[in-house]
């Protein structure tokens, strides 16, 4: 037994081209009722429902009409009684209803010599668009909003004690001086400056050795490094700044809480299809069960960055990537980063 979609007549026995074309109006809608595509969505949404004419309308009044309108008396009485009651109203030759998006009021939906129960089911494929849209919406802004929180991370005593080693070698050491503020420079830029969604693992990479050269000039004999990187991972696109929050965080909390010299490895290969990043440190380490929480984001101010880095990994890659935690009090911390090396949509 075939079941039919309820919109459709039963002529039409096949629900994949049916399905399509609901698809195809959901993401017409995906930019609101005033978006570029929304005429678009009202002419799909007619043929769809099969109906003589299908009408659009957000808050501000601009009605977008596909198929043969109703008469304009009709359609202002009906808008206006819509707008001011957010309740469905009937008129001769004309249903509209209204569209209700997370219980507020979005726009009307004006459907020409429709049945009742065709009309509600339009509605609700509208409502459930544009529902999707503002999640989507909603969803990019909370990811803007952790990347501009880890450019406020910046430690303010970091850039006091760098500014000072800097002024201080001017007068005895001016081309040291040169070459650190170059670096500064760098450094400000592109942890501050607005980027693109992603960018690749040379980049990230460049702006860890910038990092790491400000900090040995400020940690002295303090801190020694190791950078390595295979070249098939240099042009692996990832999302912007992932990498040298890792990078601060085994200096800030695991080699400048101990008095004697540490050691820093940051590298970068190909595992197969994915690109596999670590940050080594032998600094204070901590008990596995606080990393845990700093990665789930129930952790202290200093695990922050790791958590965010996690969320937004996973967010474009999926559960089986973003970042792993090994570490024990008092031996150190090891954070690895696996992400694909090929992923669809994800370009520098």
Same mark, same amino acid.
């Given at each position: 037994?075939?079941?039919?979609?309820?919109?459709?007549?039963?002529?039409?026995?096949?629900?994949?081209?049916?399905?399509?074309?609901? %698809?195809?109006?959901? +993401?017409?809608?995906?930019?609101?009722?005033?978006?570029?595509? &929304?005429?678009?969505?009202?002419? @799909?949404?007619?043929?769809?429902?099969?109906?003589? @004419?299908?009408?659009?309308?957000?808050? $501000?009044? $601009?009605?977008?009409?596909? @198929?043969?309108?109703?008469?304009?008396?009709?359609?202002?009485?009906?808008?206006?009684?819509? #707008?001011? $009651?957010?309740?469905?109203?009937?008129?001769?030759?004309?249903?509209?209803?209204?569209?209700?998006?997370?219980?507020?009021?979005?726009?009307?939906?004006?459907?020409?010599?429709?049945?009742?129960?065709?009309?509600? %089911?339009?509605?609700?494929?509208?409502?459930?668009?544009?529902?999707? @849209?503002?999640?989507?919406?909603?969803?990019? %802004?909370?990811?803007?909003?952790?990347?501009?929180?880890?450019?406020?991370?910046?430690?303010?005593?970091?850039?006091?004690?760098?500014?000072?080693?800097? $002024?201080? #070698?001017?007068?005895? +050491?001016?081309?040291?001086?040169?070459?650190?503020? #170059?670096?500064?420079?760098?450094?400000?830029?592109?942890?501050?400056?607005?980027?693109?969604?992603?960018?690749?693992?040379?980049?990230?990479?460049?702006?860890?050795?910038?990092?790491?050269?400000?900090?040995?000039?400020?940690?002295?004999?303090?801190?020694?490094? %190791?950078?390595?990187?295979?070249?098939?991972?240099?042009?692996?696109?990832?999302?912007?700044l992932v990498l040298e929050p890792l990078v601060e965080n085994a200096i800030r909390h695991g080699i400048e809480p101990r008095a004697e010299a540490g050691f820093i490895q940051v590298q970068g290969m190909a595992e197969g299809n994915d690109c596999v990043i670590s940050?080594?440190? +032998?600094?204070?380490?901590?008990?596995?069960?606080?990393?845990? &929480?700093i990665l789930a984001g129930r952790g202290d101010d200093g695990g922050v960055g790791l958590a965010n880095v996690d969320r937004r990994l996973r967010s474009v890659y999926g559960p089986w990537y973003g970042l792993t935690v090994e570490t024990e009090a008092g031996a150190?911390?090891?954070?690895?980063?696996?992400?694909?090396?090929?992923?669809?949509?994800?370009?520098?």
């Open positions: 037994m075939t079941t039919r979609l309820p919109w459709r007549p039963a002529a039409s026995a096949d629900p994949v081209p049916v399905l399509a074309a609901a %698809q195809r109006v959901s +993401d017409d809608l995906m930019d609101g009722l005033a978006g570029p595509r &929304a005429r678009h969505a009202a002419h @799909g949404l007619r043929r769809l429902f099969d109906v003589p @004419g299908l009408g659009l309308t957000d808050l $501000s009044g $601009s009605l977008i009409w596909s @198929g043969r309108p109703a008469a304009d008396d009709v359609v202002i009485a009906a808008l206006d009684e819509v #707008l001011h $009651s957010e309740t469905p109203v009937s008129e001769p030759g004309l249903l509209a209803l209204p569209l209700h998006v997370h219980d507020e009021l979005a726009g009307v939906l004006l459907v020409a010599d429709g049945k009742n129960a065709l009309a509600r %089911q339009a509605a609700e494929l509208v409502v459930h668009a544009l529902e999707r @849209g503002r999640l989507e919406a909603s969803a990019e %802004q909370a990811a803007e909003a952790e990347l501009r929180a880890l450019r406020a991370e910046i430690s303010p005593h970091f850039v006091y004690n760098a500014l000072t080693v800097i $002024s201080s #070698l001017v007068r005895s +050491d001016p081309d040291r001086a040169r070459d650190l503020m #170059l670096d500064f420079a760098e450094y400000t830029r592109y942890s501050l400056a607005r980027h693109g969604e992603y960018t690749m693992v040379a980049e990230e990479f460049r702006a860890i050795e910038t990092y790491l050269a400000l900090q040995r000039a400020v940690l002295g004999e303090r801190l020694r490094v %190791q950078v390595r990187v295979a070249p098939e991972v240099l042009a692996v696109a990832v999302p912007y940050v080594e440190d +032998d600094g204070v380490g901590m008990d596995p069960a606080r990393a845990a &929480a150190g911390t090891r954070v690895v980063v696996r992400v694909p090396r090929f992923q669809p949509g994800v370009l520098p």
